[in-house]
């Protein structure tokens, strides 16, 4: 059974920042694209932001320029670097790996921005 384990989500103030890490499988983290998607209360998930087995990564209009995802490949680790947070950033994270043939989800790491 393909588990991804995410990490970091808590509280944080209005301006602060925030590290989700997400590990899986080095078989699975090296033949998919990574990504962090979220889903605030009442509203759909959403693609936060991706990164290919090249590094190519996409983001969200919402968070470029202050979010940040990266992979290590060695330590099957993807991380998602999260600045200036916003109240309307507070949402359930979710990890994903996918490619062509699989689409893995994590169990999801709260993010909670007060004003």
């Known amino acids: 059974q393909v588990q991804l384990v995410e990490s970091g989500g808590g509280s944080v103030q209005a301006g602060g920042s925030l590290t989700l890490s997400c590990t899986t499988s080095r078989t699975i983290f090296r033949i998919t694209t990574m990504g962090w998607y979220r889903q605030a209360p009442g509203k759909q998930r959403e693609l936060v932001a991706t990164i290919n087995t090249g590094d190519f990564a996409t983001y969200a209009d919402s968070v470029r320029g202050r979010f940040t995802i990266s992979r290590d490949t060695p330590n099957n680790i993807v991380t998602l670097q999260m600045n200036n947070l916003k109240f309307e950033d507070t949402a359930l994270y979710y990890c994903?790996?996918?490619?062509?043939?699989?689409?893995?989800w994590g169990q999801g790491t709260r993010v909670t921005v007060s004003p």
């Open positions: 994903n790996a996918r490619n062509w043939n699989m689409d893995y």
